[in-house]
């Protein structure tokens, strides 16, 4: 049982929207920690979508946003593309575990 | 470039160590904030730990679930992380990644290609 709850999987046609949710807890999300978001494809590294909730690191394509509200977060993806079919992952910090938390993770299929 | 490259995995049996290296190239180690990160078989990423830069106190957080048998260290003048790992158990079977970690917002941005150690008699 992961700390920060997302949902197993979400599927879209290619061109659509998606949404991932994250929900956490007082000791996390909902205390002000920021919530970040990692794009993870098989036998390759995790690579940094957004953080601090909302930020872009360079060279991630605008189709990828995130925003956050009280204890849970969103991962919205536009445009959605093949390339795109992925396990994503939010993660913060949790006050209570002192210790940095990840979501299950959700598996996105482009259909 | 910045590149994060993991060494050391292999097979061991329960109750046995191994010691992970992690080099790091294209920025400057030693104000880095460095993490552990795994993802086990059939499940997601999983926090291991994190060692502050010098500068900082050098000092290290575990995740419960290896807290007093993983030890996270450093070498700056190799710009080379260690993640050393005793008493191993079955569920630690996984591919470790290393990563660079925000001092503030806590997340990994830079990350190693990881390695696999599986625990297995």
């Known amino acids: 049982q992961s700390v920060l709850t997302q949902p197993p999987s979400v599927s879209g046609a290619p061109g659509q929207r998606v949404t991932i949710s994250c929900t956490g807890s007082?000791?996390?999300?909902?205390?002000?920690?920021?919530v970040h978001w990692y794009q993870h494809l098989p036998e390759t590294a995790p690579k940094l979508l957004i953080y601090g909730n909302i930020n872009r690191p360079s060279g991630v394509p605008d189709r990828f946003s995130g925003s956050k509200s009280g204890t849970s977060a969103s991962l919205a993806i536009t445009g959605l593309q093949p390339e795109d079919e992925a396990v994503y992952y939010c993660?913060?910090?949790?006050?209570?575990?002192?210790?940095?938390?990840f979501g299950g993770g959700t598996k996105l299929t482009v259909l | 470039e910045v590149q994060l490259v993991e060494s050391g995995g292999g097979l061991v049996k329960p109750g046995g160590s191994l010691r992970l290296s992690c080099a790091a190239s294209g920025f400057t180690f030693r104000n880095a904030w460095m993490s552990w990160v795994r993802q086990t078989p059939g499940k997601g990423l999983e926090w291991v730990g994190r060692i502050k830069s010098r500068d900082d106190g050098g000092t290290t957080d575990h995740a419960a679930p290896v807290q007093g048998r993983f030890t996270i260290s450093r070498d700056d003048s190799k710009d080379t992380l260690f993640l050393q790992m005793d008493s191993l158990k079955t569920e630690d079977t996984g591919v470790y990644y290393c990563?660079?970690?925000?001092?503030?917002?806590?997340?990994?941005?830079?990350w190693g290609k990881g390695i696999t150690v599986t625990v297995s008699s």
């Open positions: 007082s000791s996390n999300v909902g205390a002000g920690y920021d």
């Open positions: 993660q913060s910090y949790d006050s209570s575990l002192s210790a940095v938390v």
């Open positions: 990563a660079t970690c925000n001092n503030t917002k806590y997340y990994m941005d830079v």
